[in-house]
């Protein structure tokens, strides 16, 4: 059976662990303004490798903004490099380059397909679990 998650934030100085909904997908990206130029957006597919003793699959997604689309002066080309493994969910690696932020690498390391101690995952017995989408 599947399961609804709720996401858990403990928070030790109240003694409480605050439970939210996940999240929808978030709202469509607004159209341009009127006389700019949508962001331009090129998709690769980078094939299949080993990576922490998983098949991964990867992907290279670049979105060129064109100038005076976000008040630049030249053109901003966004890199996001996704491996993913399909058969646990997950990505492993992204590779996250942007003009303006520098790089962001995240990567899944040390991946253990054992199940974890479920206490792992409850706040402590002495902690009341507020849930917010019920007390709205």
Do not use: C
Not at 21 to 37: F, R, T, V, Y
Not at 87 to 111: A, C, F, H, W
Not at 118 to 131: G, N, R, W
């Amino acid at each position: 059976t599947t399961q609804k998650i709720a996401v858990r934030s403990v928070m030790p100085k109240g003694g409480a662990a605050v439970q939210l909904p996940l999240a929808q997908e978030p709202p469509p990206s607004p159209p341009p303004a009127p006389g700019k130029s949508p962001p331009q957006f090129k998709t690769e597919d980078l094939g299949t490798q080993s990576m922490e003793g998983l098949s991964v699959h990867g992907r290279r997604t670049t979105i060129t903004y064109p100038i005076g689309a976000l008040g630049n002066d030249r053109e901003i080309a966004n890199v996001s490099e996704i491996w993913s493994n399909t058969e646990l969910g997950l990505m492993i690696l992204q590779d996250r380059s942007d003009p303006r932020n520098g790089e962001t690498v995240t990567k899944l390391e040390n991946v253990s397909r054992s199940q974890p101690d479920p206490t792992l995952f409850q706040p402590p017995a002495h902690y009341k679990i507020v849930d917010v989408a019920k007390a709205q």
